[in-house]
């Protein structure tokens, strides 16, 4: 066995300081070219990346044939873009993390005192960016208010925690008067087939930041490696791909068509009327979690077909040994290991109500299907139980109230509107799951660290999910109490 490392990243402020000759080599276009090779060489794979490394333009080739000639677009996730991303709004950072495939660190509104920065839309008319520069002043001061009050009383009310803990959690509750204008920043890691279709929908996105953001995006990545991205440009693809063509306006007016075609069916069925559920969460759906996790396990670690399998869970769970089977296959796990992936044939479908606040957090687990409405005002917003503690409950309120009006105003401008909304309010998401993903997200979000809102909602989550699947579910909860679930599980 050997293994050679082909390549790492490097900053760019690195690769400027080389030879003109060497900055032409310093492309991930090489990597990719070379991988995509493999397959249909009889070289070794140190000669292939060498052979890209010495002929940058047969490398670009290579992947213009290959990714897009014969359609093998994952070849371009060989390469890796690590983007600085600064001045953009929370609103369009939730678009920008949409996708799987990447690497995203974002800065933190518990971490980080905020200044009160904010994106100024371009879609608003300069007298209406007069009224939207009044409503963020009022949301921003009531921040500036309420975290040093919240601080103090976090201090009174416990006195043995940590002083940084207690600072975090003032940040965390006073950010819910703030607009999902606030600027903030991030690092992104995209692959090139990831970066290529967050261009190709933010080009035709409905806020004028993302159109921006996609544009920019396009440069800064098609100077450095033009051939993992040719499906953004229609012109380049053609020049590259002589007899295909790229109908990019079909991709245009694909989700628009679509918003259309829901509202025209709405509109014509309005008899079904308005059955909202009185519950911020519940289970939508699911596939019988514990027969089919049981099945799979012993399908997986057997050589047996799997009607035999689903035979065979059917007499455990009739006869009671079901949960004594699932015990004895996890007895040797901890707190930082995952359960089988046998566990992901277990299906849950959820629809959440939750605070703007709450689905930062959530849209970080983007292993899950997670498909937002746009946010609601009618659903109201999540206040923090601190905020009521301190007095300033109507307060807030007002900071909600007045943002809702600047936001009905201002529905002209479409989804733009949206940039007058705070952290506090909410959306609808159905977050289409596994037993194996809620594994992971419980750990970490019914962790005693975690932030209040999220923890609750993940807390009921997880109650649902047992319900309705038992035996798999016995170690669900926080990372901090593993130890004791185990123990008592075990026990049993």
Not at 243 to 249: A, C, I, R, T, V
Not at 344 to 366: D, N, T, W
Not at 478 to 487: P, V
């Amino acid at each position: 066995m050997k293994i050679v490392l082909a390549g790492i990243n490097i900053p760019v402020k690195v690769i400027e300081n080389l030879s003109e000759e060497e900055k032409k080599k310093a492309t991930p276009e090489v990597i990719s070219a070379a991988y995509a090779r493999i397959s249909r060489s009889k070289k070794n794979v140190d000669e292939l990346v060498n052979e890209s490394i010495e002929n940058i333009s047969k490398a670009r080739k290579s992947n213009e044939t290959i990714i897009y000639g014969m359609g093998h677009h994952s070849v371009a996730d060989h390469a890796i873009f690590n983007l600085n991303i600064k001045r953009v709004s929370r609103l369009l950072v939730e678009s920008i993390e949409k996708r799987r495939l990447a690497g995203y660190t974002e800065k933190s509104q518990r971490y980080v005192t905020l200044d009160g920065d904010y994106i100024r839309p371009q879609e608003f008319s300069s007298e209406d960016l007069a009224k939207f520069d009044k409503l963020v002043k009022l949301q921003n001061d009531f921040y500036f208010k309420a975290n040093p009050k919240l601080f103090e009383f976090l201090k009174k009310k416990f006195p043995d925690e940590s002083l940084k803990d207690l600072e975090g959690i003032a940040k965390e509750d006073a950010r819910y008067s703030l607009c999902l204008a606030t600027e903030t920043q991030l690092g992104c890691s995209y692959t090139g087939q990831t970066a290529e279709l967050a261009i190709r929908e933010l080009k035709y996105g409905r806020l004028k930041e993302e159109k921006e953001f996609a544009k920019l995006l396009y440069e800064v990545i098609a100077e450095k490696a033009p051939s993992i991205i040719q499906l953004t440009d229609p012109e380049l693809f053609k020049q590259h791909n002589p007899g295909q063509e790229l109908k990019d306006d079909n991709f245009k007016y694909t989700k628009k068509n679509t918003r259309d075609l829901v509202e025209k069916s709405f509109n014509q069925n309005k008899n079904l009327g308005n059955k909202t559920s009185e519950k911020d969460i519940i289970l939508v759906n699911h596939n019988n979690p514990d027969r089919e996790i049981i099945s799979t396990l012993l399908h997986t670690y057997s050589n047996k077909p799997i009607s035999d399998c689903y035979s065979l869970t059917n007499k455990l769970i009739d006869e009671g040994k079901a949960k004594d089977f699932i015990k004895d296959s996890l007895k040797h796990i901890s707190a930082f290991d995952k359960v089988p992936r046998a566990f992901e044939s277990g299906f849950l479908i959820y629809e959440v109500i939750m605070s703007a606040s709450c689905f930062a957090q959530l849209k970080r687990h983007r292993m899950n299907t997670l498909l937002t409405q746009d946010y609601l005002p009618e659903l109201g917003c999540t206040i923090p139980p601190n905020i009521e503690e301190i007095g300033l409950t109507q307060e807030f309120q007002n900071v909600c109230d007045k943002s809702v009006d600047l936001y009905n105003e201002f529905k002209k401008y479409g989804k733009s509107a949206e940039y007058c909304l705070t952290n506090a309010h909410r959306r609808r998401v159905v977050v289409a799951t596994n037993i194996r993903q809620l594994y992971h997200i419980s750990r970490i979000r019914e962790d005693k660290t975690a932030q209040w809102e999220i923890r609750n909602v993940t807390n009921t989550m997880s109650k649902l999910a047992k319900k309705i699947a038992p035996i798999t579910t016995i170690l669900l909860g926080g990372k901090h109490n593993f130890e004791n679930i185990y123990e008592m599980v075990m026990k049993k």
